[in-house]
């Protein structure tokens, strides 16, 4: 079938395979999955009920907003906020919503030890172990400790955490100075602890300890650099793929131009396909000339720049596509971290970038 604008196909297949990856890879961990930023752009509340049904165990989100929308879908698994609450004024709405926190700063233990909680809430002790983002100073970690520990505001099974900064560079030493200092601090605690997002998963098993919390390879995606991702013999599915149809097909002749800023010309005769799907859709604007689009089982280069609506592409002198073709920009035959690099940013970025007008489908 043909679409005409752009779609995300989200395959909830590929979302069950990729977390029975990363249960193959660390099969005694329970796993947070990662679902801050609308689930990396595939709709928070399909990816969370579908995980939620997958056998994952909790779920992690970067807003209350976020935590909120998922109790309100019938989430009941637990929901940690990673960064913690922002304001006293938030502590109620946790309490009453029986969600976890993640303590990272004095601010938030002291309003957590002054406020009356009707229930204890359960906290993950963040550790700064070199990422020097978020968490309390090795330093600091003891007392922070024995102050929840000792508070009736919160549960007595505190989660440790930290986070890697480079983790997804195993030839890095960071990750094993990191690991060093997280173990220093905390081997005489026997609780649980957590350290590894996607790329410690795959890349540093002495980082696995209780809980995962993997992001960006559930959604299929390598999490490892790209120069590096070859030797991990990762097993993942993109769940999400991103197509749209061409619209126009013209010949161009050498020397002509397309586009924008003439930014692309022609240096043989040749057909270009207009394809519905731009930086309005969350394409990116900086996809350089030669980014691949796969067009009826082939790669065609993007050519000229990126418009709202539409890119350009060579389709070559011999073509014979159609108005009304399907494209792959990426996801199942072209991988999202191809495009990341061609665009001289991560697939993240694009995941989270895709707008609310591209047409969500869903497979299951
Ligand atoms: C604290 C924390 N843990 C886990 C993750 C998931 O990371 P990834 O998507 O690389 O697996 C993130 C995402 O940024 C995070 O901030």
């Known amino acids: 079938m043909s679409v005409r604008t752009a779609t995300a196909a989200i395959d909830l297949q590929a979302l069950h395979h990729n977390v029975e990856e990363v249960k193959r890879l660390a099969p005694t961990s329970k796993v947070m999955a990662v679902l801050k930023a609308n689930a990396y752009g595939h709709g928070l509340e399909r990816i969370a009920v579908a995980l939620a049904e997958q056998g994952v165990d909790a779920f992690g989100v ?134 590894a997002n996607s790329a410690g998963i795959v890349g540093w098993k002495d980082c696995h300890y209780q809980w995962l919390r993997p992001g960006l390879m559930l959604y299929g995606v390598n999490p490892m650099m790209p120069e590096q991702k070859v030797e991990t013999g990762l097993d993942i599915q993109p769940v999400m793929t991103l197509k749209s149809s061409v619209i126009a097909k013209r010949f161009i002749r050498k020397g002509e131009s397309v586009g924008y800023g003439a930014a692309w010309t022609a240096e043989q005769d040749t057909y270009i396909g207009v394809i519905a799907i731009g930086y309005g859709d969350g394409y ?34 011999e073509s014979v596509d159609q108005i009304g073709d399907v494209a792959v920009l990426w996801g199942q ?19 989270c970038n895709i707008t609310r007008r591209v047409n969500m489908t869903v497979s299951s």
């Open 284 to 317: 990116p604007r900086h996809a350089k000339n030669g980014t691949p689009v796969l067009l009826n089982g082939r790669r065609v280069a993007l050519v000229g720049r990126v418009s709202m609506d539409m890119i350009t592409v060579d389709l070559g002198a």
């Open 62 to 195: 970067a807003r209350l907003d976020e935590a909120l929308t998922l109790r309100a879908c019938g989430v009941i698994k637990p929901i940690v906020l990673m960064e913690g609450f922002f304001s006293p004024q938030e502590l109620p709405v946790l309490d009453v919503n029986n969600l976890q926190t993640v303590i990272h700063n004095e601010e938030q233990l002291e309003a957590l030890l002054a406020e009356k909680l009707n229930t204890p809430i359960k906290v993950w002790l963040k550790v700064d172990t070199g990422m020097h983002r978020l968490g309390v100073v090795p330093e600091q970690f003891q007392a922070f400790h024995q102050a929840l520990q000792s508070s009736d505001n919160v549960q007595k099974d505190i989660v440790l955490m930290s986070h890697l900064s480079c983790a997804d560079d195993t030839t890095s030493r960071a990750t094993e100075h990191q690991l060093a200092i997280f173990e220093q601090l905390t081997s005489a605690y026997s609780g649980e602890k957590s350290l």
């Open 333 to 351: 035959g072209l991988p999202i971290e191809e495009v990341a690099q061609w665009a001289t940013t991560i697939p993240y970025e694009l995941l």
